[in-house]
């Protein structure tokens, strides 16, 4: 079906723009935390994630939802971390990011547009059941995300921390677009396909 299919590339494009700008800040983290330690990794972090949110609002020319939210989790919790001189603050943020983001979406779910919908604005045409089904298997890959984070944080130490923070946990956007094409092929509205008139 053509019009799935191109909707899949524009999801695809999508969230492999979001997967280039969560890594971005991670990478800077764990360059410097290399070179200089934690805590000026921290401050790298925070200050690189406030340019990465800016560089995503100018290009989607709308206030990304999900990105600032990942923002005030950075800014409050590595203010925290530096505040505190805790690295714990700064390790459970991942956990915290993925757990705020499967509890919004869960929020959103009794909405007549959930809050997915919104966010992905007309890139995908599904049906209301199709919908949900993607919205719980995106909380799902959230709450694994989370558990995975907290796993790592307690058991790793901080330099393999960090790397599995930079390099690992952006790879949940991977999962998002795999877990979305599988959704698309079964509830892809046929309204939508350029086979049917319209």
């Excluded at 191109?6 to 990478?27: K, W």
């Excluded at 989370?146 to 330099?159: G, K, S």
């Amino acid at each position: 079906m053509v019009a799935h299919r191109s909707g899949m590339s524009v999801i695809a494009q999508y969230l492999n723009r979001h997967l280039f700008l969560e890594m971005t800040p991670g990478i800077i983290f764990f360059l410097v935390n290399k070179g200089w330690g934690l805590m000026p990794g921290v401050i790298a972090l925070m200050v690189s994630t406030v340019l990465v949110v800016t560089l995503g609002w100018l290009l989607e020319k709308r206030i990304p939802i999900f990105p600032i939210i990942g923002l005030f989790l950075v800014l409050a919790l590595g203010g925290a971390a530096l505040v505190f001189q805790n690295e714990q603050f700064i390790k459970m943020k991942p956990t915290f990011g993925k757990l705020t983001f499967a509890f919004i979406l869960i929020v959103g779910l009794p909405m007549r547009r959930s809050l997915l919908q919104r966010a992905l604005d007309g890139r995908l045409h599904l049906s209301p059941r199709g919908w949900r089904v993607l919205t719980l298997r995106w909380v799902v890959i959230a709450f694994c995300f989370a558990a995975a984070n907290e796993v790592c944080w307690r058991w790793l130490d901080t330099d393999s921390w960090v790397a599995f923070n930079a390099f690992v946990m952006p790879l949940s956007i991977l999962g998002y677009i795999a877990i979305t094409r599988i959704t698309a092929r079964r509830y892809w509205l046929e309204e939508h396909s350029p086979n049917t008139n319209s």
